[in-house]
């Protein structure tokens, strides 16, 4: 246990104990006093360190609700397709990385997105076999629900072509789509994997992220990186990791071997759907661009199934919705199971669902209904949502327009979690809460403090921890500094913004979210009082 006693003083502290804040103590690893400049000075003397703020800014740590550490660290360290501007551009990449990893048995890269390329659609085989040099190479989409793959790494999943999702010229989905990720993933070295979640760490940390929601489970990892990434988090300084195991669950057995792999719930990527960029979320009514209405995993008999084992076990569920027909079996079951073991014990529970971004009014009121976090991704918005997004083309602009509706969630009381789906999108919280803040669909915005909330407090929230998340005595020491400009009240609404600007309301400032201003550069992370990141020359 960290027992040091460290007093910072001479900046803004942003604590709903004292709005006006300038200085923090911390002992012990959790905040002990809140206040003023002139109070600071009699804890002076006790303290193993004093820090002089120089006027930054000390806030609460982000916790991001949803990551695959371990992706997300590979993405760091190698191919990363997201920057590509254009198919040409994509395939030039992978051609430099082959040139440069001679000794790579298996290629894997991340993030392309035809939906953004000129060109409108993904590498084909041929195309893929001649940039990898014929090598073996996985390369999922940016939502991980598909992935294009080569003629080598189809040769090392003996009985591929007979499975569902497969297709000889397209991107593969479903069980061809997870047969060829295991192989991918299973080339990947005890040692890969480990400098892999380190740098993801380590990015999360300088971002001022102190804690991560890992979402593992069978589809999209192994226990074996479940199991190490959990490991490292308690041998080596860093951002929390609470994880979550995406594993169905039907009898008291399995909720106890859930517990036995260290995970926080049978949660996260449990998936009910796929996703709309590959055309895998499932809706109630066909895509506007393709003939069908997506794919279903899970239906409400077994979501209030799961649910109902959990409850029962204290054990906390959760799922993988995107569509709105994926959204309406997860509140089906919930009631369902909800009217089986008590909504009482329903609710306490804080079963959670992720990404949820297909909602209607009747969804939202079963959300509040049923104690469910949403646990979203406003950074979805700003890289897919708008009149000519990825969105308006899957869905048609009237549907595209309802998606992600955090006022409405807000307004019914529906507790939400930031996060960012990493490597989907990349981690960055500040530029998180400002898309919230400024939502491509102005009725679904929320004011800066709330997507703050949300992006802090929230996350705490959404793993049962109502003492975190903030600045205030008997907090955790989770906690970043930041250089940043002067700090202001952003609201949707201008009433509101000129109420909490006043100071008689009490209401402590944040950084300008504006787009186009400089987000906040953070200088140090610091997690239950154990300094994670310092930024280098500061």
């Not at 709903?16 to 000075?41: R, Y």
């Not at 048995?105 to 953004?116: E, K, P, V």
């Not at 703050?452 to 929230?458: I, K, L, N």
């Amino acid at each position: 246990m960290n027992s040091r006693t460290t007093l910072l003083r001479n900046g803004e502290v942003h604590s709903p104990a004292d709005p006006f804040a300038t200085a923090l103590l911390v002992e012990g690893g959790h905040i002990s006093w809140v206040g003023s400049e002139g109070a600071a000075d009699s804890f002076v003397a006790g303290a193993d360190e004093v820090v002089d703020l120089e006027g930054a800014l000390v806030t609460p740590a982000f916790t991001d609700a949803h990551v695959h550490t371990t992706a997300t660290g590979l993405a760091l360290t190698g191919l990363d397709l997201s920057a590509a501007r254009t198919l040409a551009e994509a395939l030039s990449l992978v051609r430099a990385y082959r040139t440069a990893h001679p000794d790579s048995r298996i290629l894997l890269g991340h993030g392309w997105d035809s939906a953004r390329w000129p060109e409108q659609r993904p590498p084909s085989r041929a195309e893929l076999d001649e940039a990898a040099g014929g090598r073996p190479l996985y390369l999922p989409r940016i939502d991980v629900h598909s992935a294009v793959v080569t003629t080598a790494l189809l040769d090392l999943v003996p009985g591929v072509t007979s499975l569902t999702g497969y297709h000889p010229d397209a991107p593969l989905t479903a069980a061809a789509h997870h047969a060829v990720r295991a192989a991918a993933h299973g080339a990947v070295s005890a040692r890969q994997r480990t400098e892999a979640q380190r740098a993801a760490r380590e990015r999360a940390a300088a971002l001022g992220i102190g804690t991560l929601h890992e979402c593992a489970g069978p589809d999209i990892s192994d226990e074996d990186d479940f199991a190490a990434l959990l490991r490292l988090a308690d041998e080596e300084p860093g951002p929390r990791i609470h994880g979550y195991w995406a594993e169905a669950v039907t009898d008291e057995k399995g909720a106890r071997r859930i517990r036995e792999l260290g995970a926080a719930g049978a949660a996260g990527d449990l998936f009910v759907d796929g996703s709309l960029g590959s055309h895998t979320a499932a809706l109630h009514d066909p895509y506007d661009d393709a003939p069908h209405t997506g794919t279903a995993h899970l239906d409400a008999a077994a979501v209030a199934a799961h649910v109902a084992v959990c409850t029962e076990a204290g054990l906390q569920a959760g799922f993988h919705a995107i569509g709105d027909a994926a959204v309406t079996a997860v509140v089906e079951g919930v009631r369902a199971a909800a009217e089986r073991v008590g909504l009482p014990r329903v609710r306490a529970a804080r079963h959670r669902v992720e990404h949820a971004e297909m909602l209607t009014p009747d969804t939202i009121a079963a959300f509040a209904e049923l104690g469910l976090t949403a646990s979203v991704q406003p950074a979805f918005d700003a890289a897919w949502g708008g009149e000519e997004g990825m969105y308006a083309r899957r869905l048609g602009a009237a549907r595209a327009r309802t998606l992600n509706p955090y006022a409405a969630l807000l307004r019914a009381g529906v507790p939400l979690a930031f996060g960012s789906d990493s490597p989907v999108t990349p981690l960055d919280p500040w530029g998180t809460v400002r898309a919230a803040a400024f939502h491509r669909t102005p009725e679904h915005r929320i004011s800066v403090r709330a997507g703050f909330t949300a992006h802090t407090r929230g996350g705490w929230r959404a793993v049962g921890r109502d003492d975190a998340g903030t600045l205030v005595p008997g907090a955790p020491a989770d906690y970043a500094v930041w250089r940043t400009d002067e700090l202001v009240v952003q609201a949707p609404d201008d009433r509101v913004a000129r109420w909490s600007t006043d100071p008689r309301s009490g209401t402590p400032g944040l950084p300008d979210l504006t787009p186009g201003r400089p987000l906040p550069v953070c200088l140090r992370t610091v997690v239950a009082g154990q300094t994670v990141f310092v930024r280098p020359n500061e």
